[in-house]
């Protein structure tokens, strides 16, 4: 599920959506995301995109620039 969220943040969902997409509550969607980030010591989810991106969870081409 961590992947999940980290897939949708990179098309620039914010953890609202992605609650409402997922069916989960916003704290759900939040504590997946910092378990992430401890997980891979990045410290927001604009890092936890880029290593998800190169560890390939991430197609570059689907990444939304904010």
């Keep these: 599920r961590q992947i999940q969220v980290l897939r ?8 609202e959506q992605i609650a409402k997409e997922m ?10 995301a910092s378990d992430l980030y401890s997980k891979w010591h990045v410290k927001n989810r604009y890092e936890a995109i880029k290593r998800g991106a190169m560890l390939g969870y991430i197609d570059y081409n689907l990444i939304v620039n904010e």
């Design 23 to 32: 069916f989960l509550s916003v704290s759900t969607v939040k504590h997946y």
């Design 8 to 15: 949708l943040l990179a098309q620039g969902l914010v953890f």
